[in-house]
């Protein structure tokens, strides 16, 4: 039988994405069986991120600085912006090292069932942000949902005219992917977008 704190923070870590309750109690364990080396560490980590979390003022990214990293690494391309709808999604094309320019998180995406307008995103922040020059091309990499692509094509709409590109992510055929295993949608999108055999 665990005491009231260990409880506590079995279940505090049990409602973390892709722990379940055996998942934490199993972190939990090995927490304060490593209490110095796992647990001290970790306190630490987290009361540092509390401190100092801020939402980047320019971007919308999490971090510990404003103007975020991101936005202030001299070596990104800043006429080149990629808009993601979360925090997350930016993290993943950051991580992959694809893209060297700057970003722009929406926070959300449009939904009409969850009552997500275009005034609860920063979208007319990413127009002022566009529109006050030095951007060259927009990459539009929505989730390829309908929400997601309903997003996209509104955004679109508020950047005509301002004398950008804007482009979006390729859909289609995953790496290794096996046409017996793909949904309909995705085969549709990836037959429409075929080009040439280079």
């Not at 980047?56 to 800043?78: H, K, L, S, Y």
């Not at 993290?91 to 005034?119: I, T």
């Not at 030095?134 to 990459?139: M, T």
Request: aromatic share 2%.
């Amino acid at each position: 039988m665990a005491s009231p704190a260990i409880d506590a923070l079995t279940h505090a870590l049990a409602r973390l994405p892709g722990l379940g309750p055996r998942s934490a109690r199993r972190a939990v364990l090995h927490l304060i069986k490593k209490r110095e080396t796992a647990l001290a560490p970790l306190i630490a980590a987290l009361q540092a991120v509390e401190r100092g979390l801020v939402v980047c003022g320019v971007c919308g990214n999490i971090d510990t600085q404003d103007p975020c990293a991101v936005c202030t690494d001299p070596r990104r391309d800043p006429a080149s912006l990629c808009v993601v709808e979360e925090v997350a999604d930016l993290w993943a094309l950051d991580r992959a090292r694809l893209f060297s320019g700057r970003y722009h998180v929406l926070g959300g995406k449009l939904s009409a069932l969850d009552g997500v307008r275009p005034e609860d995103l920063s979208i007319p922040a990413l127009v002022a942000r566009v529109a006050g020059g030095g951007i060259a091309e927009v990459v539009l990499a929505m989730n390829a949902t309908l929400e997601g692509q309903t997003t996209m094509h509104y955004v679109a709409d508020q950047l005509a005219g301002l004398g950008v590109r804007v482009t979006q992510l390729a859909h289609g055929l995953p790496v290794g992917g096996e046409l017996d295993y793909l949904d309909e949608g995705t085969l549709a999108l990836a037959l429409r977008a075929r080009r040439p055999v280079s």
